[in-house]
């Protein structure tokens, strides 16, 4: 089987290229490297059965060219992590938006199962119970820039649900809850590689919030062969499927606990939200997936607990 995998160079995307090759695939990446790295391939860089190319999901005959003739697509690139979608808004945006349509667009073209990733982000806040148009707890304000990367995924997953279906192409749409594992880097604000890296270099460990706030961290180990699983399913064609963690900790106790489990004596300190990502910036109390969904389709039941996870 031949996989092309968007955003291969990414930390999932690396994690997943190397399974689909230990299964015995082939695997084209597609990565413009912009948050990815060719040392996330560096298992697999000498495999034959590895091609990489280095280009821009924008780029339409380019998808189009390494899409036709496979036998699977895996959509990860994405423009990610906050700093990224603050910082450079229109770019997300056109990532995220065009660049998911150049792929699906392809993968239906040529009649190929696809697979979009999403984001729990789709969910928004998640504790509105009356709405104004000052509200900011859905996705964020549309009109702020943080705003751009929750919906534009929540817009990829109508594009590949509506192509799905009209088409009659398999498709699933997988919706990622906190994946965390090595290679994931704590440069774009994902927290628990930032933790890690403030602990091992000695420096305070910054909490943004209150730290009260709690999460689920899921690992990679456990996420990416469910992947392979799902576009097999045919029960999970055109639906979106949860995929994270269970272990529920705040962020507060996350940091007590990279510090106690790498034996740092950095310091906790505390930073507003709208000093780390800008004004008006804030985020939800809980995350917590529910995966029965994916439990029912594929057996998905996450394996590896958070010391497991940071270890
Ligand atoms: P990542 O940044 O490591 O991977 C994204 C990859 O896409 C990178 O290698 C980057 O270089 C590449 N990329 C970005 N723009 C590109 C472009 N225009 N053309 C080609 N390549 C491009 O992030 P990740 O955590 O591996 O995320 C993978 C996918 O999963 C993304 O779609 C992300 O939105 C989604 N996701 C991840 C999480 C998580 O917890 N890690 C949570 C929710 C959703």
């Known amino acids: 089987m031949k996989a092309v995998i968007t955003g291969g160079a990414g930390f999932i995307g690396s994690h997943l290229s190397d399974h689909l090759i230990a299964q015995g695939h082939e695997v084209v990446?597609?990565?413009?490297?912009?948050?990815g790295s060719l040392d996330n391939l560096s298992r697999i860089r000498s495999s034959p059965a590895l091609?990489?190319?280095?280009?821009?999901?924008?780029?339409?005959?380019?998808?189009?060219?390494?899409?036709?003739?496979?036998?699977?697509?895996?959509?990860?690139?994405?423009?990610?992590?906050?700093?990224?979608?603050?910082?450079?808004?229109?770019?997300?945006?056109?990532?995220?938006?065009?660049?998911?349509?150049?792929?699906?667009?392809?993968?239906?073209?040529?009649?190929?199962?696809?697979?979009?990733?999403?984001?729990?982000?789709?969910?928004?806040?998640?504790?509105?119970?009356?709405?104004?148009?000052?509200d900011d707890r859905i996705y964020g304000s549309p009109l702020k820039s943080r705003w751009s990367y929750a919906a534009a995924k929540g817009l990829d997953e109508l594009v590949a649900y509506v192509h799905g279906t009209e088409?009659?192409?398999?498709?699933?749409?997988?919706?990622?809850?906190?994946?965390?594992?090595?290679?994931q880097t704590g440069r774009y604000g994902m927290v628990v590689p930032r933790f890690v890296d403030q602990a091992v270099s000695g420096e305070p460990i910054t909490v943004y919030g209150t730290g009260t706030q709690r999460r689920c961290f899921g690992s990679v180990f456990d996420v990416v062969p469910t992947l392979p699983r799902l576009l097999e399913t045919p029960e999970a064609y055109h639906q979106a499927v949860n995929l994270g963690g269970h272990e529920e900790i705040s962020i507060k106790g996350l940091a007590d606990r990279?510090?106690?489990?790498?034996?740092?004596?950095?310091?906790?300190?505390?930073?507003?939200?709208?000093?780390?990502?800008?004004?008006?910036?804030?985020?939800?109390?809980r995350r917590y997936p529910d995966t029965s969904l994916a439990r029912r389709l594929i057996g998905y039941e996450p394996t590896r607990d958070l010391n497991a996870i940071i270890d």
């Open 51 to 134: 091609r990489f190319v280095q280009g821009d999901i924008l780029d339409r005959d380019l998808v189009d060219s390494l899409v036709e003739g496979a036998d699977a697509v895996y959509h990860l690139a994405a423009a990610v992590g906050v700093h990224t979608i603050v910082d450079n808004p229109l770019r997300s945006l056109r990532t995220n938006l065009h660049g998911t349509e150049n792929v699906v667009e392809a993968a239906v073209r040529h009649r190929v199962p696809y697979m979009v990733a999403s984001t729990s982000e789709v969910y928004g806040k998640n504790d509105a119970d009356g709405l104004t148009e000052h």
């Open 258 to 285: 990279v510090v106690e489990l790498t034996g740092s004596e950095s310091e906790i300190t505390y930073m507003d939200y709208e000093e780390a990502y800008g004004e008006g910036y804030e985020d939800m109390q």
């Open 29 to 35: 990446v597609i990565d413009d490297l912009s948050t």
């Open 167 to 183: 088409s009659d192409v398999p498709c699933v749409i997988t919706r990622f809850f906190n994946v965390v594992g090595p290679r």
